[in-house]
């Protein structure tokens, strides 16, 4: 997939700041861009089977999508722009996930999924700031 098809994909789906999810994270995820580079870096190895790069033609932005392997709707994106000096990291969803029905036997199921992606990616957020820590 090429990059301007990512980004028309990333228009189509629904976009959750994982602040948004668990605002005790704003802490954590408030280091600067440089930081984030590394953590793409770090992400990108660890999670190497389950992860998709896109960068701009340009060069300035790159996009780290973890896939969730138990919940295909849904993903994490660890977003690095150089050019406008920001960094994200949202939960994507293919429908609103205010729209799932929490209380049916699946919405339930994919609600546990998309926490435990969350979980998963946060813990690993949590260990590379330790082992930046100087």
Do not use: C
């Not at 138990?70 to 000096?85: C, I, S």
């Amino acid at each position: 997939m090429t990059y301007p098809e990512f980004k028309v994909l990333l228009d189509t789906v629904h976009q959750v700041p994982l602040t948004q999810i668990d605002e005790s994270l704003l802490p954590l995820l408030s280091n600067g861009i440089s930081w984030y580079e590394g953590l793409l870096r770090f992400l990108r190895a660890k999670f190497s089977m389950m992860t998709r790069f896109f960068t701009s033609e340009d060069g300035l932005v790159t996009h780290l999508a973890l896939v969730n392997p138990n919940h295909t709707d849904m993903m994490v994106l660890l977003t690095v722009d150089k050019q406008a000096n920001m960094s994200e990291l949202v939960a994507l969803y293919r429908e609103d996930p205010q729209e799932l029905g929490e209380a049916s036997v699946s919405g339930g199921q994919q609600a546990m999924a998309t926490q435990r992606q969350v979980e998963i990616v946060v813990n690993a957020v949590a260990y590379y700031m330790w082992t930046t820590i100087t």
